[in-house]
């Protein structure tokens, strides 16, 4: 359905967008222009004119396709049923990392992908601040700034293997317990601050695995085909492949091949260590020692 051109053709649009939406507004938001969908959960104005933007670009770009946003669906939930009809539905996360762009900091990014009766076709992340723009087309490769990439290979056991999580205080106790069972095993852990960036860097081999325990598909859609054309798997806690239009069983886990992702996901649902009581077997009580006898008085 899309080939080169197509995929420069969106591209264009993306870094366009950014630049006329995001990127003026970057370090500039009153506190006016920033509100909560939910406790922590951040939105600018940014957001909303990006994606409104989006929406009308793409769509006259593939005209009977339909949108997927995450702003529109915090407005409407049903607008997730698009992803199940028969129309290709482009899937977009206006900023991705919106903590990161109120704060100031680089680490934020735009994220589209393009799918179609549940099979991702395409995707696009574009990091504006960083000038940094990552691609993937089913069947042709995963890219970042023009130059193909491939995940790396995994190690023999997962002690050391360098895993991307959700920083601990998203964790419910569930999770926790799943996170503390990957550390008994000795992986070393990252937190996430913008899961755009961390699928491009396993994607490019920077990162050995990522777990996931939320399902929007905003969030995973592009980097879930970029990680794949770059040879990685991605598994649900059920074994299958992620379903763009929900009800994953989680974590989600990516990494560089399937023995890794299914290592992890193991891992990940071992119940933790029973705790024992601290014991220590003495011997039985005997008799204390008889005194020293006086030394001998000097002469």
Same mark, same amino acid.
């Given at each position: @359905?899309?080939?080169?051109?197509? @995929?420069?053709? !969106?591209? %264009?649009?993306?870094?366009?967008?950014?630049?006329? %939406?995001?990127?003026?507004?970057?370090?500039?938001?009153?506190?006016?222009?920033?509100?909560?969908?939910?406790?922590?959960?951040?939105?600018?104005?940014?957001?909303?004119?990006?994606?409104?933007?989006?929406?009308?670009?793409?769509?006259?770009?593939?005209?009977?396709?339909?949108? !997927?946003?995450?702003?529109?669906?915090?407005?409407?939930?049903?607008?997730?049923?698009?992803?199940?009809?028969?129309?290709?539905?482009?899937?977009?996360?206006?900023?991705?990392?919106?903590?990161?762009?109120?704060?100031?900091?680089?680490?934020?990014?735009?994220?589209?992908?393009?799918?179609? %009766?549940?099979?991702?076709?395409?995707?696009?992340?574009?990091?504006?601040?960083?000038?940094?723009?990552?691609?993937?087309?089913?069947?042709?490769?995963?890219?970042?700034?023009?130059?193909?990439?491939?995940?790396?290979?995994?190690?023999?056991?997962?002690?050391?293997?360098?895993?991307?999580?959700?920083?601990?205080?998203?964790?419910?106790?569930?999770?926790?317990?799943?996170?503390?069972?990957?550390?008994?095993?000795? !992986?070393? @852990?990252?937190?996430?601050?913008?899961?755009?960036?961390?699928?491009?860097?396993?994607?490019?081999?920077?990162?050995?695995?990522?777990?996931?325990?939320?399902?929007?598909?905003?969030?995973?859609?592009?980097?879930?085909?970029?990680?794949?054309?770059?040879?990685?798997?991605?598994?649900?806690?059920?074994?299958?492949?992620?379903?763009?239009?929900?009800?994953?069983?989680?974590?989600?886990?990516?990494?560089?091949? #399937?023995?890794?992702?299914?290592?992890?996901? #193991?891992?990940?649902?071992?119940?933790?260590?029973?705790?024992?009581?601290?014991?220590?077997?003495?011997?039985?009580?005997? %008799?204390?020692?008889?005194?020293?006898?006086?030394?001998?008085?000097?002469?």
């Amino acid at each position: @359905m899309f080939d080169d051109r197509d @995929m420069a053709r !969106v591209e %264009q649009v993306v870094r366009r967008v950014a630049a006329e %939406q995001i990127m003026p507004r970057y370090g500039r938001l009153a506190d006016a222009d920033v509100s909560e969908k939910k406790p922590g959960d951040l939105v600018t104005i940014a957001d909303h004119a990006a994606e409104r933007e989006l929406t009308r670009e793409l769509t006259a770009l593939l005209p009977g396709s339909v949108v !997927v946003g995450e702003e529109a669906v915090a407005a409407d939930p049903g607008v997730l049923d698009l992803l199940a009809g028969d129309a290709p539905a482009w899937i977009i996360d206006p900023i991705d990392g919106t903590a990161n762009f109120v704060d100031g900091s680089p680490r934020f990014t735009v994220l589209v992908a393009l799918a179609h %009766q549940g099979e991702l076709l395409a995707s696009w992340t574009y990091a504006p601040a960083l000038d940094l723009i990552a691609t993937a087309r089913a069947g042709g490769g995963a890219w970042v700034d023009g130059e193909r990439v491939r995940v790396r290979p995994p190690g023999p056991e997962l002690r050391h293997l360098d895993v991307t999580v959700a920083n601990p205080r998203w964790w419910k106790e569930r999770d926790r317990r799943g996170f503390h069972a990957l550390a008994r095993r000795g !992986v070393s @852990m990252a937190y996430y601050d913008t899961t755009g960036l961390d699928y491009i860097a396993l994607a490019r081999g920077g990162r050995g695995a990522i777990v996931v325990t939320w399902d929007n598909p905003w969030d995973h859609a592009a980097g879930l085909l970029l990680v794949a054309e770059a040879g990685g798997v991605a598994r649900t806690a059920a074994g299958v492949p992620f379903r763009l239009a929900g009800g994953n069983a989680l974590p989600l886990v990516a990494a560089a091949d #399937a023995e890794c992702t299914a290592a992890v996901l #193991a891992a990940f649902a071992d119940e933790p260590a029973t705790a024992h009581p601290l014991t220590i077997d003495l011997p039985p009580a005997t %008799q204390p020692p008889a005194p020293l006898a006086p030394a001998p008085a000097a002469r």
